[in-house]
């Protein structure tokens, strides 16, 4: 990541640290309209059942602990 230098400057890392920035805009893409849709479905999926597990222990702990 950094060039050779052993102690590389503020500088040189700041640099550095851009380039991999500009590398990584020039290959990423925007989703199509699909690829948004599924990502969207998954990621409220996740959070569903996330939310769900979390309510099941807090019913659990109320039932148990009451």
């Known amino acids: 990541m950094y060039e050779f230098d052993e102690n590389p400057s503020l ?3 700041f640099k ?3 380039r991999e920035c500009v590398r990584v805009f020039k290959i990423t893409k925007k989703p ?4 948004y849709k599924t990502i969207s479905k998954i990621a409220g999926l996740g959070i569903l059942v ?8 807090h019913l659990v702990k109320v039932l148990v602990f009451s």
């Open 50 to 57: 996330i939310g769900l597990l979390g309510f099941l222990v």
């Open 16 to 18: 550095s640290f851009i």
């Open 32 to 35: 199509t309209r699909e690829e």
């Open 11 to 13: 500088l040189t890392r």
